[in-house]
């Protein structure tokens, strides 16, 4: 830990095949003149940015969707304890077996990265964002990084053997590029996992309308991923790219969340009773930032929008579900 309270990040210059990647030294977040391997972070890594009530990160040239403030956290690790809930109580669902490295892509709070570190002891976890979010105190073999994923990775290829990322759609420019990136990364017969929720909603009851406030967000959204380059729906093609980059083994797995504890399978009704407190606290989350700077709403005008959103899934007659992909593949 560093000595100003914050968890200690690992230094740059990052480390490919051969050559050491020259950092533009207005993008570096850390002091290059230190000896020592880990640098505490600038103070520049911490100056947020604030809008429209909601604070985000202000570090590089990436420009996160969401906000990292504490309403964001909590959500956030309640997003974890759902994850939790539908897979049985496990982190993943990849067959690895005695790791010793593992990745966690955009680890926002490192709630995962620490769980998965307490099961697997003996390996060293890295949790990388874009925030400086994480807690100071962690398992020994848990390290936090902030750094843009979709540059140059620190390590070199065939170091880890688990890459995991979940719930980043929105936030990747070029999933092509994400996907090679992981397969070199990872040893020969290491693991990449990927879980995203489909950004959509489906009813087989009809009381969801085509002409609902939640379906024009949702179409909203969309709208503005591909504005911006980021697109947000991927969790149906994740399985397709995985297997054009060339991991082999490719399995797919896909989840019901309804939104709402109106299922009659127990299960399903827990997840749903979460569902329900976390879903409106999503729908400024992720649609703020769209709103207002991509799609060019005046502020008010979103957030009233969006309040009829969340009024909308706060009606316990709306029988609505959303779809969790969880897709993992093996390096040759």
Not at 96 to 121: E, K, M, R, S, Y
Request: charged share 20%.
């Amino acid at each position: 830990m560093a000595e100003n309270g914050q968890p200690a990040v690992l230094s740059r210059p990052f480390a490919n095949t051969s050559a050491e990647i020259p950092i533009d030294e207005e993008f570096s977040i850390y002091n290059e003149t230190l000896p020592s391997d880990t640098t505490s972070l600038s103070s520049s890594v911490l100056n947020y940015e604030y809008e429209n009530g909601r604070r985000y990160h202000k570090y590089g040239q990436a420009q996160y969707i969401m906000p990292n403030d504490e309403a964001e956290q909590d959500r956030l690790d309640l997003v974890h304890h759902m994850f939790l809930v539908m897979l049985n109580g496990e982190l993943f669902l990849a067959p690895i077996t005695h790791p010793q490295a593992i990745l966690d892509l955009g680890t926002g709070t490192g709630i995962w990265a620490i769980d998965v570190a307490d099961q697997f002891p003996s390996a060293k976890v890295i949790g990388n964002d874009l925030s400086p979010i994480q807690p100071s105190w962690v398992p020994p073999n848990v390290e936090f990084v902030v750094d843009d994923f979709e540059h140059v990775w620190m390590h070199e290829w065939n170091f880890f053997d688990f890459v995991h990322a979940r719930t980043i759609s929105g936030c990747v420019r070029d999933w092509t590029r994400l996907m090679k990136q992981a397969y070199e990364h990872l040893k020969p017969g290491g693991y990449f996992e990927c879980a995203e929720f489909a950004i959509d909603a489906f009813s087989d009851d009809g009381t969801f309308k085509p002409d609902s406030p939640y379906r024009e967000y949702i179409n909203n959204l969309n709208k503005a991923g591909e504005i911006t380059g980021r697109p947000m729906n991927v969790a149906p093609s994740l399985r397709a790219w995985m297997r054009n980059t060339g991991f082999e083994c490719v399995t797919e797995r896909v989840y019901v969340l309804p939104y709402g504890p109106w299922p009659k399978d127990p299960k399903l009704k827990e997840i749903g009773r979460w569902q329900y407190v976390q879903a409106p606290e999503g729908v400024e989350a992720y649609g703020l930032r769209l709103y207002t700077q991509v799609l060019g709403w005046p502020e008010s005008e979103a957030k009233i929008h969006q309040a009829l959103v969340k009024q909308q899934l706060r009606d316990r007659a709306l029988h609505i579900y959303g779809k969790m992909y969880v897709v993992y593949g093996r390096k040759p």
